[in-house]
């Protein structure tokens, strides 16, 4: 049985979809959740911090999804993230709008700093603040930036000895050639000298180490450039949505040529 807060939120979410957001009385989303409206004041406090849950909720949701698309074989979890940024961006307007900054109108949006975002000014004070961590709503770089992190921590993963089944249907899922190239990837430090080495020997160690130190961030970085680019192309389909006059999934067939296409620049 859901919880107070996540009956207003579904209420809030399904109010919200069937007419402007400037119109949806706080009332009217207790009713819908069949509660007074001291508990949504005591939940939300304003509409902004309302919207601001709502939205933080779809950001989360959003983001669990990704981390279940990263659970997919190494070579397909870029496609992985992208399709599922895609298909879940299609079925939600305030994603998409979190995701790109293209708010419709209408739509429940962030409170402007300083001002309101389409509820009252909140004058509750600071027992009913619209600013709890929980409630913080990303920007589409800060969003964007939170799965391109996540893309390069979960390469850092060890791969499992049996690998998962794939994520994605075999004449769709990235080739096993798209992992990034291993002639890009830090060699192995090799280990250290013994006691008995001569100063030079420490000091060309000390030398490699810096090297290796240096290889291993320059790695990182082409994975977050490549990781990004990948995310950035699916974001443009969401706002310049694919030719959809063939098969069903061609939007998705597409989103995988227009990412297999930028791997070339980063992989072989």
Do not use: C, I
């Not at 009217?28 to 849950?53: C, M, P, Y």
């Not at 949701?61 to 990704?66: F, K, P, S």
């Not at 192309?233 to 999934?249: E, F, R, T």
């Amino acid at each position: 049985m859901p919880t107070a807060r996540e009956a207003l939120l579904d209420a809030a979410r399904g109010a919200a979809a069937d007419r402007p957001w400037h119109t949806v009385r706080m009332v009217d989303v207790a009713a819908l959740a069949g509660v007074s409206r001291q508990t949504l004041h005591n939940e939300f406090g304003t509409k902004d911090g309302l919207a601001a849950a709502l939205l933080r909720r779809a950001a989360d949701r959003y983001l669990a999804g990704v981390d279940r698309a990263l659970t997919a074989a190494a070579p397909e979890r870029p496609a992985a993230v992208a399709l599922w940024t895609l298909r879940a961006a299609r079925q939600d307007a305030l994603l998409a709008a979190l995701l790109t900054g293209a708010w419709e109108r209408g739509t429940p949006r962030p409170a402007r700093a300083g001002g309101s975002g389409g509820g009252r000014p909140d004058r509750t004070g600071p027992a009913h603040r619209t600013d709890r961590e929980d409630t913080a709503v990303p920007a589409p770089a800060e969003l964007l930036a939170l799965v391109r992190d996540r893309m390069v921590a979960a390469s850092a993963r060890p791969e499992p000895a049996l690998r998962p089944e794939p994520a994605l249907r075999p004449d769709t899922a990235l080739r096993p050639d798209t992992a990034l190239r291993p002639d890009t990837a830090p060699r192995l430090a090799r280990r250290p000298p013994g006691p008995a080495a001569t100063a030079d020997e420490q000091a060309l160690y000390a030398d490699e180490q810096a090297l290796y130190a240096d290889e291993q961030a320059l790695y990182a970085d082409e994975q977050a450039l490549y990781y990004e680019a990948v995310l950035r192309l699916a974001l443009s389909l969401v706002l310049v949505p694919a030719p959809d006059d063939g098969p069903a999934d061609e939007p998705d067939r597409h989103t995988l040529r227009l990412v297999r296409r930028a791997a070339r620049r980063w992989v072989r």
